[in-house]
């Protein structure tokens, strides 16, 4: 298949690792910011074909996991409210709020239906004209562009029962946060798809600033060892900067039309992130003027204070400071059937991925 | 029961590891007996000195029509396949109807004449059935239950106790994977992915008469709701071995391989409605490949890997970069009604 055969090549994924035998000296820890690129990584066996100097850690990028226990339990909270219909993308119906999940609302008679694209909840609001439906918008630059597409679509085409609760998050202050939180982390390996969004001038503070590699990856494992090998010559030479891999995706400037698209629905706010606690404006809020479309401008919910679930230790893996074998839960009382965290149940949360591929 | 208050979720039907819980923690608890204990694919039953085989399936698939058949061509192959696999010729079958008031007589009648159809090619009598008709909205359209009976041969008995598998015993498929479960999905979804995918939708008595007279086979089955990862991972628990499945032998259908690509799904996970996984000795893997092949529902039929005495309990997919992860049952509920 295009674009993915080439880019699977055994021989050429093995010279890669060849050649980062050869070039890495310095033991380096690299932190891959997404979920994707975690996944990638354990499905293709990369860890086994690096040298023992480099260490690959598991970032923030996932956007169910990263989503408070405070959003699941406010879609849970409107789920309940007679009339609603929850649009939400797949994974998240499975993640445990504070005391249920949208998976077992939907069994208690609550309207809860999985979209692929935001798209499709505005179709629903369409042919359900006395229905309200709520769409819980997660993820980062990626996603966010999408889902202020359809505020932007609704507000043209005049549909009043669409609304967005929005967990929207941006990846640049996550990414600082955890460099100034002292992580220790020589390089990352950057989002490909956000940064398809945002280009690269993002990144440009942690290379000037903080002194570290950022080099922007794709998917496939040639993409992954070749970003790695990347940061491993700019790390050794020590001239860090923010380079490109993922050429034939993301260009420097992004996607300027997305970007003005983001502007136009968005502003930023603080935001929490579970197990980071609150970042400064690293959250997308719906601006005023498109309010009648926020869902918390338009429905009043009363949520209890949230509680994390006890002896879970998702916030540090988030942050890269424990991997999932740390965890007492994990692959025990913890398991992608019967989750206990959002990093279990999330198909690119670290926990779920570590469970999927463990040997 | 865990709870007083826990409720049925979709995902308690999807065929995977929920569904298993419920099925131990639930009905096998309530309803244990000797026959049902053994948990084959078809109840077996002696009767005088003869012994048959006896099964029963619904169908609630949406949509009722898919590329590649509808509920009605479903309905016969699921059970005559549960037949097959047990090592039975399947005989009879009953089919029951349980239709939302409004469904439209003409959609009814392609559907019953594709059972017909269906059980002609097979060569299974329709000889007995039900029909329930509900109000609109108390269930969706129609759904259909067929009940099975085969006659099972002596040679062939014990097929789905999975006795006497060793280490170094092949893996076999008869095609192409997740076929089924993804036309289901483009179909339903609004995707509209341009590839042309097909349900495998198939009866497969005769192609599996064909092997079971010429060659020994140890274990038998079809790799429906949960895939072949369920189907290995339930059958490794059974025989307390291992098995390593080779990713680049996978047989894969260019549209259904994208079709994962763009959504994440893995294949192994993906329903199929006209494959069997066979395991044999190794000195037979070749020739049953030769059978199949002569089949047109196996032309694109595979070994795709090896019983192992390593990691005993465990399915492992090596990749073609020398990557190995285990593959566990579906969890959770990939995709509802797609059988």
């Known amino acids: 298949m295009k674009y993915i055969d080439e880019y699977r090549k055994k021989e050429l994924i093995l010279s890669v690792s060849e050649k980062l035998k050869s070039v890495s000296k310095k033991e380096i820890v690299l932190m891959e910011v997404c979920g994707g690129h975690t996944m990638a990584i354990h499905r293709f066996g990369l860890a086994s074909l690096l ?220 935001d929490s992130w579970r197990g980071l606690g609150t970042i400064p404006k690293s959250g997308l809020k719906i601006r005023e003027e498109l309010s009648s479309f926020d869902a918390e401008w338009q429905f009043t919910v009363e949520v209890p204070s949230s509680t994390e679930p006890k002896g879970c230790i998702c916030g540090q893996i988030l942050r890269g400071l424990k991997t999932p074998v740390d965890c007492p839960l994990f692959a025990r009382k913890c398991t992608p059937s019967d989750p206990v965290g959002a990093c279990m149940v999330s198909g690119e949360g670290t926990c779920a991925t570590y469970y999927k591929y463990r040997s | 029961m865990k709870h007083q208050d826990d409720k049925v979720m979709l995902s308690h039907g999807s065929g995977g590891r929920m569904m298993h819980q419920l099925i131990e923690d639930l009905f096998v608890k309530h309803f244990r007996n000797k026959i049902l204990d053994e948990q084959t694919d078809s109840a077996i039953l002696s009767v005088g000195s003869h012994e048959i085989a006896f099964t029963t399936d619904s169908f609630v698939i949406d949509p009722l029509f898919f590329p590649g058949g509808n509920i009605g061509k479903l309905a016969v192959c699921g059970t005559v396949n549960d037949l097959a696999v047990s090592g039975a010729e399947p005989l009879y079958l009953s089919v029951s109807f349980i239709l939302e008031e409004g469904f439209p007589m003409k959609e009814l009648e392609i559907i019953v004449e594709s059972l017909a159809a269906e059980a002609k090619k097979a060569g299974v009598l329709i000889v007995t059935g039900d029909t329930k008709v509900v109000n609109k909205g108390k269930c969706d359209k129609l759904f259909i239950n067929t009940a099975g009976i085969g006659r099972l041969k002596k040679e062939t008995r014990l097929i789905s106790k999975a006795l006497n598998i060793k280490s170094g015993d092949v893996i076999i498929i008869n095609g192409t994977i997740g076929d089924h479960g993804m036309a289901v999905m483009n179909a339903r979804e609004s995707f509209n992915f341009k590839a042309s995918v097909e349900s495998d939708c198939a009866c497969l008595n005769h192609m599996i008469r064909k092997v079971l007279e010429e060659v020994p086979v140890k274990f038998m089955r079809d790799p429906t709701r949960g895939g072949v990862a369920t189907l290995l991972n339930e059958l490794v628990e059974k025989i307390g071995l291992g098995i390593e499945i080779n990713e680049s032998a996978l047989p894969l259908n260019k549209g259904v391989k994208a079709m994962c690509e763009v959504l994440g799904f893995e294949p192994l996970h993906i329903a199929n409605e006209g494959k069997v996984v066979i395991v044999a000795d190794q000195t037979d893997g070749d020739r049953i490949i030769e059978i199949l092949k002569n089949n047109k529902l196996g032309l694109q039929s595979a070994i795709i890997g090896r019983v192992v005495s390593d990691h005993p309990g465990k399915v492992v997919l090596k990749n073609e970069t020398g990557g190995r992860r285990i593959i566990d049952s579906l969890s959770g509920d990939q995709l509802p009604r797609i059988c």
């Not at chain 1, 993820?139 to 507000?155: N, R």
Request: one cysteine or more; glycine letters at 8%; hydrophobic letters at 45%.
């Open chain 1, 51 to 270: 040298p023992p100097t480099i260490r690959l850690i598991s970032g923030p990028g996932c956007p169910v996991c990263v989503s408070s226990q405070h959003f699941i339990d406010m879609a849970m909270a409107y789920s309940k409210i007679s009339g609603v219909i929850i649009a939400t993308y797949g994974d998240l119906i499975r993640v445990p709020g504070s005391s249920t999940s949208l998976e077992k609302e939907r069994a208690n008679g609550s309207d809860v239906r999985i979209v692929y694209s935001v798209l499709e909840s505005l179709e629903i609001a369409k042919s359900n004209p006395k229905k309200n439906v709520i769409f819980l918008g997660i993820g980062f630059e990626t996603t966010a562009p999408l889902t202020a597409a359809a505020i932007l679509q609704a507000k043209q085409e005049n549909i009043p029962n669409f609304f967005v609760l929005s967990a929207h998050k941006v990846m640049p202050p996550v990414m600082k946060a955890l460099v100034e939180e002292g992580v220790k982390i020589d390089g990352f390996i950057a989002p490909g798809h956000v940064t398809a969004i945002t280009g690269t001038a993002i990144y440009n503070d942690l290379a000037t600033i903080c002194g570290l590699g950022v080099v922007v990856a794709g998917f496939e494992p040639v993409d992954m060892m070749q970003a790695i090998l990347m940061l491993t010559i700019q790390i050794e030479s020590g001239t860090p900067g923010v380079e490109i891999q993922y050429q034939r995706v993301v260009h420097s400037e992004g996607n300027q039309v997305a970007q003005q698209v983001l502007k136009d629905v968005f502003e930023l706010r603080d």
